[in-house]
């Protein structure tokens, strides 16, 4: 793993150390990145995106995001999937794939984001797809995760 041209995403900061000085990694949502300090830190190490923990509210996901911006690396948050739904105007989206129609679901965000469809009907449509599936973004708004507000 010291020497590849491979993308490389770190999940686990001990992998850091089997990277080569310089080459440059993804920084996955399993590592606890909850504030400027780690965030800098990371991507003085050539960090060059976050995905962000699904954990953390819209303030510490925009203060993140600008701090990011800062240092010239893409700021992710995780917006489908088994964790909570998320649209917070950072850089990317993350789906994580599971059972269902995920062309349709990326298809979805793809519009929404884009602006060729209102996030409102983009996620009836979503809704559509799975109606047994509830969604979930309570972290984002400071309550149990498992919760929907919206």
Known sequence: MAESELPVEVNDPTALRHL??????????LVNVYNNGTLGFLARREATSFCLPPELTFASVATLAATG???GVDIEVWAFGRLPLAEAGVGALRLSPHTGDMVEVARLFRAAADGWMAPDEALAELAALAPERRFANGFLFGQSGAEWTH
């Not at 080569?20 to 949502?29: I, Y």
């Open 20 to 29: 080569a000085p310089g080459t440059p990694f993804t920084m996955g949502p």
């Open 69 to 71: 911006a800062g240092y």
